[in-house]
């Protein structure tokens, strides 16, 4: 089940209220200061629980974003992938035989869904991400989160939700919860943010 | 009188003999018929996919005009109806129904099609490497679309096939179907039921596309101002017969109006303009019969293009009428020009008896309709039309038309220097033209529009269509030697895919394996029970799920005795794909194996012919096609010169004076140059088709000149001989001069040469060709 039960982090995302933030600071905002910021690189850990595994999967790499719409993936354990999102095209490059398979996010609902949310959050397009996804928002600066959860019924099929968390400018964490039942969570840790 | 009335009778008995071989003439348009019978396997099998393979059949159709999520409606709805239409083998636009067939087929397949299933990989070590790279595969961001197929295809089997077989990137998409890159429009691809040659099946497709447009759009809210644009070879083809045909019928309609005025004018009876008509139309049926009994078939070209190549038989007409002099019978003036006239013919069917030995069909058809219809229009003249001039006529017209003619002859002391001086000018200009007179780009032959090319470029491109170039061919002698020589081929390719040297490739064995590798691969497959225990002893230690993969036991066992794939079996777009690279020709199988994205030509031909299978060959398509333009060009200008000496050759035995050859031969050479000249006037090019058009003014011009050295003392006949040579070539620059408007480029052409060489024929004939003595 990974390190918090899937409970839990629901009832994080949806308790952290609105009470949080200063007044006047709000989802506009965030998304302008997410907007601000060019380029950032990160290193990530992540947990997967599976319906067809009997324990929880772990990964790690580096993740590279630069504004508006281009985030790379580089997982190193335990398999060496590079997954690349360039515009509307994703390039994964599976580090074993090298083997190179590109399509474009629309194509796939299971991939393209959840990277859309990913990318719009990182460029701070608010009108992209509220076309995509139910967008509930909460916190303030120095803490927020986003809950998004897919318009799209050829996403919903797979994706149920997903809860980004971060502070300021800076993403700290993306949760998702597969309609199956499957659960990834993602920490992140920012190790070069550059701004306009 | 009984002569007169058995040659009548001589040419209705023809005349129904030929209609009766006409009405059973088998009409071809496949391109394949048009090629040199020299052409080697390779040619004729891309000719014959090019006229009726997959790609022949390709739609490419885009919808634009709307916003994108009103488009995408279309697109489904659009690919719906079509896919009820039995018209329409195929139809895909990247929604699931798309891929939804071959997905199905692949998956109940999968252990005999993929190249995957070898005995190794069914060891305890296969299946562990196999299990541990499935973990690996599930930590991935694949790891989603792995999960679901995992239980059943924990080798990784359908990954491996689709990556195959599956339509590659693909183009973006908007909910889900195809778009261009920019979003503005909406894409699909369809296979027509119909062959590409099959214009009829093409245009019916093309009406069915539009109309389940139009019924989709009234459908979709908000998608009022959304059109639809459609290419493809079919398309094309069907485009080009329109334009043809409304050319040909605005053109001919203009001519013949023009004509016709000119005619009434010069004779001032319907009757005589009627039976004017008769010895090209005798000639034209007796053409058709001849070229069917001879080759078997008619091309539609040659039955478009030789009635072109005969106009002059409109002429022999017009001098027989015009030179008719007050009261004189048609049958004495028929005696008095029938030697020129003669003369006049023999040079024309001479100068086409050269086509006759051409290694292109096409160019021998044509050659043998213009000798047969030149001759049987000569005769109906001599022999048939005497008997039909009312008595007593005389064409009232001709003396007005003369006279400026008969002006320059006056002059033509002095015109001498002109015409010598704009030959000279025309001979500066040809040496000195810049960069070859020769159009070597075979888009310029082509008769599609040249924003229809622009606009299947581009659908081309946005759906990831690749316009294939290079493919490895061989033969064998049947389909499963075929496909057994094809995965012998595979190891080659895949070396130059890894040198990249080839971008990719496919081969018929990717889609359909041999059945003998289907069955080693059925052999490979281990039984239920050792399965099970190899997977047991493979998967210790791994985090799976106990009793996940009893769907994988399920789907080997079924595997081990299930029937083997036939061609029959493939859903229709693997059957399409298999069928333009598996083709059947007479006598046995050549394999066409595309190539993509060949960076060395040279280094792929030398690993072809290295490896393993006997007689693999590289075939360029471009180097193929502009290879047969040469040859064309080549074989064009060949008999275009045997043609021009054998003229010469018949002028001298018909006129026994080199002087008299030479005023016939200078006035024409003159204006063969400047015409020449003046469409290569800036740097423009010289086509193919216009020197087809050069032989046609030596061939019409020649008969202007021969009466011109045969011009009487006697001014009324003198006027009726010039009055005749004017409204025959009145005729002539007419009809040619309209067809010069025509958009496709064959008519452009050779309308636009004809028309100005065979004027300038007149003006330099009357100057040059008319002697001293006849002023």
């Known amino acids: 089940m990974g390190f918090f039960s899937k409970k839990q982090v629901l009832l994080a995302c949806f308790l952290a209220s609105p009470a949080f933030g200063q007044t006047g600071w709000g989802l506009p905002q965030l998304m302008a200061g997410l907007a601000q910021v060019k380029s950032a690189s990160a290193r990530f850990t992540e947990m997967k629980t599976m319906a067809v595994l009997s324990a929880p999967l772990a990964a790690t790499g580096t993740l590279d974003y630069a504004a508006p719409d281009w985030m790379e993936k580089t997982t190193v354990t335990p398999v060496p992938e590079r997954f690349t999102l360039d515009g509307g095209q994703i390039t994964i490059t599976s580090g074993q035989d090298g083997r190179t398979q590109v399509f474009s996010a629309q194509q796939n609902p299971l991939i393209g869904g959840l990277t859309e949310g990913i990318v719009d959050t990182l460029a701070g397009n608010l009108p992209a991400l509220r076309r995509a996804y139910d967008v509930q928002f909460s916190g303030g600066p120095g803490e927020w989160q986003l809950v998004l959860r897919p318009l799209d019924p050829a996403v919903t099929r797979f994706i149920a939700w997903m809860c980004i968390r971060g502070g300021g400018n800076r993403i700290a964490s993306i949760v998702t919860e597969s309609a199956n039942g499957d659960h990834s969570e993602m920490s992140i840790a920012e190790t070069v943010t550059s701004a306009r | ?775």
């Not at chain 2, 032959?445 to 690749?466: E, F, N, T």
């Open chain 2, 1 to 775: 009188m009984r002569a007169n009335r058995a040659a009548v009778a001589v040419w209705l008995v023809g005349v129904a003999v030929c209609a009766a071989v006409v009405s059973r003439t088998v009409l071809r348009t496949d391109m394949a018929a048009f090629l040199p019978h020299s052409a080697t396997l390779a040619q004729q099998a891309l000719t014959g996919q090019a006229s009726q393979g997959a790609a022949s059949r390709l739609i490419l159709v885009a919808i634009a005009g709307a916003p994108p999520p009103r488009l995408a409606a279309l697109s489904r709805d659009l690919a719906s109806r079509l896919r009820e239409n039995p018209a329409f083998i195929d139809v895909a636009n990247g929604d699931e129904t798309s891929l939804g067939a071959v997905q199905h087929f692949v998956w109940a397949n999968r252990y005999l099609l993929s190249g995957g299933v070898t005995a190794d990989r069914f060891t305890v070590a296969g299946l562990r490497a196999a299990l541990e790279n499935d973990v690996g595969l599930l930590g991935s961001d694949m790891g989603d679309v792995v999960q679901a197929s995992l239980p059943a295809d924990p080798t990784g089997e359908m990954l491996t096939l689709m990556g195959q077989l599956g339509p590659g990137a693909g183009p973006a998409g908007v909910d889900g179907v195809w778009f261009s890159a920019d979003g503005g429009r909406a894409l699909l691809l369809a296979h027509t039921a119909a062959p590409g040659f099959d214009i009829e099946g093409q245009r019916r497709a093309l009406a069915a596309i539009q109309a389940a447009f139009d019924r989709g759009r009234a459908v979709v809210a908000g998608a009022a101002g959304a059109r639809l644009l459609a290419t493809g070879p079919g398309v094309f083809a069907v485009h080009i017969q329109a334009i043809t045909e409304a050319d040909v019928s605005r053109l001919s309609i203009l001519a013949t109006a023009g004509a016709v005025c000119l005619l009434l004018f010069a004779y001032r009876s319907p009757r005589v303009l009627a039976l004017g008509l008769l010895p090209v139309a005798t000639g034209a049926l007796a053409a058709v019969a001849a070229v069917s009994l001879a080759f078997g078939y008619v091309h539609g070209v040659t039955l478009g293009f030789g009635v072109t190549l005969i106009g002059e038989s409109l002429d022999y007409a017009i001098y027989l009428f015009t030179q008719i002099g007050p009261g004189e019978p048609a049958g004495a003036a028929m005696a008095r020009i029938w030697p020129t006239l003669r003369l006049g013919a023999a040079t024309s069917v001479v100068g086409f008896c050269a086509m006759l030995g051409s290694r292109f069909v096409g160019f021998a058809q044509l050659g043998l309709f213009s000798i047969v219809g030149l001759i049987t229009a000569a005769c109906v003249t001599r022999y048939v039309l005497p008997n039909l001039v009312p008595a007593g006529f005389s064409a009232p017209g001709s003396g007005i038309l003369a006279r400026p003619l008969l002006a320059v002859i006056a002059r033509r002391a002095r015109l001498r220097w002109l015409v010598a001086l704009a030959a000279l000018a025309a001979g500066l200009a040809l040496v000195t033209h810049r960069g070859g007179l020769w159009d070597g780009n075979l888009a310029d032959l082509s008769p599609v529009p040249a924003a229809d090319q622009a606009l299947d470029a581009s659908l081309r491109h946005a759906l990831g269509v690749p316009d294939l170039r290079y493919f490895a061919v061989f033969g064998a002698g049947g389909a499963q030697p075929a496909l057994a020589a094809s995965e012998a081929l595979t190891p080659a390719l895949q070396g130059l895919a890894a040198r990249h040297l080839i971008g990719g490739f496919d081969l018929p064995s990717l889609t359909l394996p041999s059945r003998r590798t289907q069955s080693l691969r059925q052999s490979a497959l281990p039984g239920d029970a050792s399965l099970r225990a190899r997977f047991a002893q493979a998967s210790a230690g791994l985090p799976f799920r106990p009793h996940l993969f009893e769907p994988f036991f399920a789907a080997v066992a079924a595997a081990r005795v299930a029937p083997l794939v036939r061609e029959a079996d493939l859903p229709p777009p693997l059957a399409l794909r298999e069928e333009s690279m598996l083709v059947s020709a007479a006598g046995g199988w050549t394999v066409l194996a595309p190539l993509r994205a060949v960076t060395d030509p040279a280094g792929v031909a030398a690993a072809l012919a290295a490896s393993p299978v006997h007689g693999v060959e590289l075939v360029d398509l471009d180097h193929e096609s502009a290879a047969l333009l040469l040859v064309f060009q080549a074989d064009a200008c060949k008999l275009a010169v045997i043609g021009g000496l054998a003229i010469l050759a018949v002028l001298a035995a018909g006129l026994r004076s080199p002087g008299r050859v030479a005023a016939i031969a200078a006035p024409l050479a003159a204006a063969v140059m400047v015409t020449a000249a003046v469409l290569t006037w800036h740097g423009a090019k010289l086509s193919i088709f216009m020197v087809v058009g050069f032989l046609l003014i030596v061939a019409v011009g020649s008969n202007y000149c021969l009466f011109f050295a045969r011009l009487e003392h006697d001014t009324g006949r003198r006027a009726r001989a010039a009055g005749s040579i004017v409204l025959a070539n009145l005729c002539t620059v007419a009809a040619y001069g309209l067809m010069s408007f025509s958009r496709i480029p064959v008519l452009h052409d050779i309308g636009m040469t004809v028309a100005i060489g065979t004027f300038l024929s007149l003006v330099f004939g009357a100057v040059l060709a008319t002697p001293a003595r006849a002023a």
